[in-house]
């Protein structure tokens, strides 16, 4: 046994063992080649899509999810892999930057001769997330983009896919042990308490979260009171409003009603961008629409313990004084589940935010009515940070567009992404992609978690002031032998 914190925490010997071997290799990792980076972060996706078979299995086992769901998701999952090797290898992501000397800079001294670039921050921790076993999980967004930028990773494995876990980074291991890359690259720890001493530990120099608000804040408190405090990417809980403008709303009642339930009941729900929240007006034919279309019918949840939240985070909502129910069944609160829509009005939520705008993990949904759209401004002030929020209106209905206008300033205060007639789940892996937003959608909302900007979490900046160019990396010399965008003299 170790100690290795001013907190005096222990660290079990497998857990000690499992950093010190990742910061090791995350060493070697950062002194190779981008190019070699992306070579060996290829035959990590190869040998997964060649695994697939073998990881869905498992994972159909484990997270209750459907095999399609399951298949789409390890296509995404290492098709992101590839993506952010190739970005990382094409370099501008590393901002680098050349300032040459100017005598007669306007600051008033001379400037010298100094260069920027972005460079590896460090071994990073992984807390993976439950409801995607693939792309939130050991060979996840967060995995590769710690890779990409030149760190070797410690993945805290999520207690609902333990083996599926194992069997993850078996494969990683393989493929790096083949293609030459350094042994350790990738480890797996389990074990509530082994994840906060590996979150404690000094080898260890940025952390990653997906998951609840109470369990991010926590791990987020204890990454900011070590004696040296890491960056902490936490993404935690949303309600995703989406509000639905007047005209739209009579003339596209049954279209709008689909989607919605479409989009809340995909994955049971239990997706991060789910709109929980659904603004229309008193009186609109969605509700009748929403009471009457086809949902899908009870399916298992991710785990017990999400199973258990969600029942006791929909009773809590049923039972306040302004909520009725709008759509439910014998099976609401059953395991498995059925949806269930409640309803309240603006004014109710205007009385009591936090008790009305929670996020209910799983197939339930809040409908709120409004009887004058000017109320939906003062509304959307009264939220906390979102991932998403969605306006759903009709561009060319003037009352719609004069309602869009004034909410789109105040949402873009309040969420990561903006969405105009469309629904927020199904979050595509690009590079303008933003997953992330004010607290508690994230605590780190300068940055996201899904997209090729993700890779910037887990880098810090250093400038060379006046050196040889022998010495400096080859991103910030003169002759660019690696074909790097380079910013020079801005
Ligand atoms: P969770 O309970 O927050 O757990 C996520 C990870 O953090 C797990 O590895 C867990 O370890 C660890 N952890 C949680 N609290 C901790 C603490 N106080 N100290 C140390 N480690 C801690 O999330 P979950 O199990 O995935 O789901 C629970 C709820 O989170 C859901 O009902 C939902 O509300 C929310 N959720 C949000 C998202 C999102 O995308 N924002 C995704 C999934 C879930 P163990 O596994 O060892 O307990």
């Not at 995350?26 to 992306?38: D, I, L, N, V, Y």
């Not at 059953?334 to 009385?351: G, N």
Request: proline content about 8%; overall charge negative; aromatic content about 6%.
């Amino acid at each position: 046994m170790t100690d290795t914190t001013s907190a005096a925490i222990v660290v079990e010997d497998a857990t000690e063992e499992a950093v010190l071997a990742v910061a090791a290799a995350s060493e070697a990792w950062a002194r190779t080649s981008a190019a070699e980076r992306a070579r060996v972060i290829h035959v990590i996706a190869d040998a997964l899509d060649a695994a697939a078979d073998d990881l869905i299995a498992i994972a159909e086992e484990e997270s209750r999810l459907p095999q399609p769901r399951l298949t789409g998701e390890l296509k995404r999952t290492t098709f992101q892999l590839r993506l952010f090797a190739d970005v990382a290898q094409e370099g501008a992501y590393l901002d680098a930057r050349i300032d040459r000397p100017a005598a007669d800079w306007p600051m008033g001294a001379p400037r010298p001769d100094l260069r920027r670039m972005l460079v590896p921050i460090g071994p990073v921790l992984v807390f993976s997330a439950s409801n995607f076993p693939f792309a939130f999980s050991v060979a996840g967004g967060d995995t590769a983009a710690a890779l990409a930028a030149g760190n070797a990773v410690l993945v805290k494995a999520h207690s609902g896919h333990p083996r599926l876990s194992d069997a993850t980074a078996a494969e990683i291991a393989a493929a790096v042990r083949a293609a030459g890359g350094p042994a350790d690259l990738l480890r797996v720890i389990h074990g509530t308490d082994n994840g906060v001493a590996a979150l404690r530990h000094p080898a260890i120099k940025a952390a990653s979260f997906t998951g609840s608000i109470p369990g991010g804040r926590a791990l987020f408190d204890i990454a900011n009171g070590r004696t040296e405090p890491i960056p902490f990417y936490g993404e935690l809980g949303s309600v995703n409003p989406a509000f639905v403008a007047p005209s739209a709303s009579r003339r596209r009642a049954a279209e709008i009603a689909e989607g919605y339930l479409a989009s809340l009941t995909g994955s049971q729900g239990q997706l991060c961008t789910k709109p929980g929240v659904l603004f229309v007006p008193e009186g609109s034919p969605i509700l009748d629409e929403l009471s009457a279309k086809p949902v899908p019918g009870p399916a298992p949840m991710l785990n017990e313990r999400i199973q258990a939240g969600f029942v006791d985070a929909l009773q809590a909502l049923r039972a306040h004084k302004g909520v009725d129910v709008l759509r439910d069944s014998e099976w609401s609160l059953a395991d498995p589940p059925e949806i269930t829509l409640l309803c309240t009005t603006i004014d109710e939520v205007l009385a009591a935010p936090d008790a009305l705008i929670t996020e209910v993990f799983g197939p339930a949904g809040l409908v709120v009515t409004y009887t004058d759209a000017a109320s939906l401004p003062g509304v959307a002030r009264a939220l906390n940070g979102q991932l998403t929020a969605t306006i759903v209106a009709d561009d060319g209905a003037e009352d719609d567009v004069d309602v869009a206008r004034r909410l789109v300033p105040i949402l873009t205060e309040k969420a990561g992404r903006l969405l105009w007639n469309q629904w927020p789940t199904g979050v595509s892996v690009t590079y303008a992609q933003q997953h992330g937003g004010p607290y508690p959608a994230t605590t780190s909302p300068g940055t996201t978690a899904v997209g090729t900007a993700s890779i910037t979490r887990f880098v810090r900046p250093v400038a060379y002031q006046n050196f040889p160019d022998a010495l400096l990396p080859d991103p910030l010399r003169d002759a660019n032998p690696l074909g790097v965008p380079q910013r020079i003299d801005g």
